[in-house]
């Protein structure tokens, strides 16, 4: 069964310093989109991502973030200068149309030190 | 703002019997609703998805049904296994397709005990 692919599964950083999360979506799907998760808490929308551009964001996906498609087939969440707050489960996923779930990534737990 | 709720505390029930888990939702009327399981430290994995205009879908031991009148979604899972020991998510679709920004409730811990 295809599988959405998110890498690193764990990064502990520096709070103020960059990280880069990436997620390899499923292939044949149009439509991709970023979550996050803190411990306990819900699963929360970031960012929803089609044909090449941002299609709607969360008031959490401020200037700090960044969304990128580099090359067809990798997706990437940037975060400029992380923050203690943004310690938390970063869930990629993807879709297609019709009547389908979405297929989401294991996640990468990020740690903000 | 549209707002989600599934029963936070814990459902324990025994073996082969039947769990049933609600979700409530206010301020909205999505055209999808969708049921996820999610295991601990992992992602959501898709169970099963309902139309406004479905009242109930099936999938092996699953049920889903959408009252778009009481705003009420009802998942049941039948002879339930200790392996069905998870925490079960609703979600909402915004929008009138099935790919538009989805909004979680916060999920309900179903323990299953041999």
């Known amino acids: 069964e295809p599988e959405v692919t998110q890498t690193p599964s764990h990064q502990v950083t520096q709070m103020g310093q960059e990280v880069i999360l990436r997620c390899v979506p499923i292939s044949n799907h149009l439509y991709f989109y970023w979550y996050r998760q803190i411990l306990g808490q819900k699963v929360e929308f970031l960012v929803s991502f089609y044909n090449n551009e941002i299609s709607e964001k969360s008031e959490i996906f401020d200037d700090q973030f960044s969304v990128e498609r580099p090359d067809g087939s990798n997706f990437t969440l940037k975060i400029r200068s992380t923050k203690l707050e943004d310690s938390a489960m970063y869930f990629c996923?993807?879709?297609?149309?019709?009547?389908?779930?979405?297929?989401f990534g294991s996640g990468t737990r990020l740690t903000v030190v | 703002s549209q707002k989600i709720e599934q029963n936070s505390e814990a459902l324990n029930i025994q073996e082969g019997k039947t769990a049933t888990l609600t979700c409530n939702y206010t301020n909205y009327s999505p055209a999808y609703l969708q049921w996820y399981r999610q295991d601990p430290g992992r992602g959501p994995v898709f169970l099963l998805l309902i139309r406004e205009n479905e009242k109930e879908k099936r999938k092996e031991r699953l049920k889903v049904t959408f009252d778009t009148t009481l705003k009420q979604s009802l998942f049941h899972i039948t002879a339930s296994q200790p392996a069905d020991s998870a925490t079960y998510l609703c979600a909402l679709v915004r929008g009138s397709s099935n790919t538009g920004k989805l909004i979680f409730g916060q999920g309900t811990t179903l323990q299953v005990k041999p």
């Open positions: 996923a993807s879709s297609g149309q019709g009547n389908y779930g979405y297929t």
